[in-house]
T-cell receptor, first 112, second 110 residues
Framework: EAGVAQSPRYKIIEKRQSVAFWCNPI?????LYWYQQILGQGPKLLIQ????????DSQLPKDRFSAERLKGVDSTLKIQPAKLEDSAVYLC??????????FGEGSRLTVL | GQQLNQSPQSMFIQEGEDVSMNCTSS?????WLWYKQDPGEGPVLLIA?????ELTSNGRLTAQFGITRKDSFLNISASIPSDVGIYFC??????????FGPGTRLSVLP
């Protein structure tokens, strides 16, 4: 069974530029999550989707971050404009139901 | 929001030693998940616990769901070099999504 796919693995941008990350969850997993992991910390939830609907986006900085999962399968997370403090690993995870999250390898963002 | 605490923050052990770490919450959980993260990789699920008092093993790893439902423990027996990494606990935040602890960083000395 294929795991959670994410791209790109690495991205370096300058502040105020924009960036987009893509995630394809495990086939059949209805729930998809985006987490932000700053160096030395545990993952922090940004947004949770159930199929193509948003379940929780309370910690998403909506002035600069946006995410969509239009067809209930893959998802994109966008940051525009990026700030220095957005440097982190962006992890996508999926689950069959609400539980037992399976993570992708992550997309490491460096903002200069 | 809900927060999890993990202890110790980091630990250095000799190869072959047993390891114990724990995770505590200020609120009651009905699920505990334990993950391991290697450098440059995403977290990998080790053990899932669903019932207070439950004791579950996965090879040399054993995790327990605390009887108070506010804590969980992970033990690693006979540690080996590939056990090196960061161990995270996670629990459901208000039943909808999962909040992660800050992690315990494990180093194994040969």
């Amino acid at each position: 069974e294929a795991g959670v796919a994410q791209s790109p693995r690495y991205k370096i941008i300058e502040k105020r530029q924009s960036v987009a990350f893509w995630c394809n969850p495990i086939s059949g997993h209805a729930t998809l999550y985006w987490y932000q992991q700053i160096l030395g910390q545990g993952p922090k939830l940004l947004i949770q989707f159930q199929n193509n609907g948003v379940v929780d986006d309370s910690q998403l900085p909506k002035d600069r971050f946006s995410a969509e999962r239009l067809k209930g399968v893959d998802s994109t997370l966008k940051i525009q404009p990026a700030k220095l403090e957005d440097s982190a690993v962006y992890l996508c995870a999926s689950s069959l139901h609400t539980g037992e999250l399976f993570f992708g390898e992550g997309s490491r963002l460096t903002v200069l | 929001g809900q927060q999890l605490n993990q202890s110790p923050q980091s630990m250095f052990i000799q190869e072959g030693e047993d390891v114990s770490m724990n995770c505590t919450s200020s609120s009651i959980f009905n699920t505990w998940l334990w993950y391991k993260q290697d450098p440059g990789e995403g977290p990998v699920l080790l053990i899932a616990l669903y019932k207070a008092g439950e004791l579950t093993s996965n090879g040399r790893l054993t995790a327990q769901f605390g009887i108070t439902r506010k804590d969980s423990f992970l033990n690693i027996s006979a540690s080996i070099p590939s056990d090196v990494g960061i161990y995270f606990c996670a629990g459901p935040s208000y039943g909808q999504n999962f909040v992660f602890g800050p992690g315990t960083r494990l180093s194994v000395l040969p």
